[in-house]
């Protein structure tokens, strides 16, 4: 719809323009675009558990989660990926997402916001994590057709499953006929105490080296790991994940840049690890303009939360995105036609 002179444009006219460019930037069929975006409690607003973290984010509980504060976290997360997008220079073909509740919310944001114009496709499983958030998966169906796709569980010393998020696994192959293997993480956090909970991390880091020898010894060619790791970089725990992963986070670190704010500190927790032959441009922070806000105690600015302890500020995570643009090697066949699911 044409905008009379004199007439500002409105948002949806603005996000339909942003769109209408974004596809016709498309990268060359030997990359991909990766983001990764911790949302911090992105829940439905309906009460569907006994689960307390459920019970809070409901219509009727402690933080009065409403339907229209759910749609406007759904259209804010929708434009900083179209921000993004237009910010790199096209759409993110792989978004990995952390601290979804379930599928419902993955279908709205696909369904009912800027994004229900885009070829995203969910990646999705339900995890034993007793607070009810899961980790995910979008990609761009143009760009990537699913051949497989499992929830990894993490298990302790006597084979119990470890009560956290999975690490996700999805094989892609490409329109050029690469194979691609991407493992998304949301590690045990530190709550309780940073020598009490090691062990658990621990136990995530050794199952994400697992998982990784296990696709490359079946000659799967690309594997990028993505997540909140719930540490930093320079923690001897991911020297373990050497040589079949590479740290892309290490550099960004050391420069003493980072995803979230701590008392005044970045700290560079979400990070992005590539398989050693695979081609990579360095990791980036993205800083959204719109979803930061000012460090009234400290200086500077921090991400735009959902919620500041009980009090709704309006805006989406504590986290921010990080982006990676691969660079894929010419296809070559699998030795083996799928690997043993560990």
Request: hydrophobic letters at 40%.
């Given at each position: 719809?044409?905008v009379?002179?004199?007439?500002a444009?409105n ?6 323009g942003m769109?209408s460019l974004?596809l016709?930037?498309?990268p060359?069929q030997d990359?991909?675009r990766?983001?990764?975006?911790n ?7 309906r009460?569907d558990s006994?689960?307390v973290?459920?019970?809070e984010f ?7 989660w409403?339907r229209?504060?759910f749609?406007?976290?759904s ?8 921000w ?6 096209g759409?993110?073909?792989?978004v990995g ?8 919310v993955?279908r ?8 229900r114009?885009?070829?995203y496709?969910?990646?999705?499983f ?23 796709a499992?929830?990894c569980h993490l298990y ?9 998020r ?8 490409t329109s ?7 493992l998304?993480n949301h590690h045990?956090s530190?709550?309780g105490?940073?020598a ?6 621990r ?7 697992q998982?990784?020898?296990s ?9 990028v790991a ?6 930093t970089?320079d ?19 050391r ?5 979230i704010?701590?008392e005044?500190?970045?700290q ?7 398989s050693?032959?695979?081609a ?15 460090d009234?105690s ?5 991400p735009?939360r959902?919620?500041?302890g009980?009090?709704y ?26 690997p043993?699911?560990?």
């Amino acid at each position: 719809m044409p905008v009379k002179r004199g007439q500002a444009p409105n948002f949806a006219d603005m996000m339909i323009g942003m769109i209408s460019l974004l596809l016709l930037l498309q990268p060359p069929q030997d990359s991909l675009r990766v983001l990764f975006w911790n949302l911090e409690n992105y829940f439905d607003w309906r009460c569907d558990s006994t689960r307390v973290a459920d019970i809070e984010f409901s219509s009727r509980g402690a933080r009065h989660w409403t339907r229209k504060r759910f749609t406007a976290k759904s259209n804010a997360i929708a434009k900083g990926l179209l921000w993004a997008g237009s910010r790199q220079g096209g759409l993110p073909d792989l978004v990995g997402l952390a601290e979804v509740e379930n599928a419902f919310v993955l279908r709205r944001l696909l369904q009912t916001t800027a994004l229900r114009k885009l070829d995203y496709r969910i990646v999705h499983f339900d995890s034993p994590d007793p607070r009810g958030i899961d980790v995910a998966l979008l990609y761009r169906s143009s760009r990537l057709s699913l051949t497989e796709a499992k929830p990894c569980h993490l298990y302790q010393a006597d084979s119990s499953i470890l009560p956290t998020r999975d690490i996700l696994l999805a094989r892609f192959r490409t329109s050029a006929g690469n194979d691609v293997a991407v493992l998304v993480n949301h590690h045990p956090s530190k709550y309780g105490g940073a020598a009490l909970s090691a062990p658990r991390r621990r136990i995530a880091v050794e199952r994400l080296k697992q998982l990784a020898d296990s696709l490359l010894q079946s000659g799967v060619p690309h594997l990028v790991a993505m997540g909140d790791m719930n540490d930093t970089p320079d923690n001897p725990l991911f020297g373990l994940l050497e040589p079949s992963l590479k740290n892309l986070a290490l550099p960004l670190h050391r420069k003493g840049e980072g995803t979230i704010k701590f008392e005044g500190q970045w700290q560079l927790i979400d990070m992005l690890f590539v398989s050693k032959d695979l081609a990579a441009g360095p990791m980036e922070i993205l800083h959204i303009p719109f979803l930061l806000t000012a460090d009234k105690s400290y200086g500077g600015y921090k991400p735009l939360r959902t919620y500041a302890g009980p009090r709704y500020l309006g805006g989406v995570s504590d986290h921010c995105p990080v982006w990676l643009t691969l660079v894929l090697s010419a296809p070559r066949p699998l030795r083996h036609g799928r690997p043993d699911w560990p």
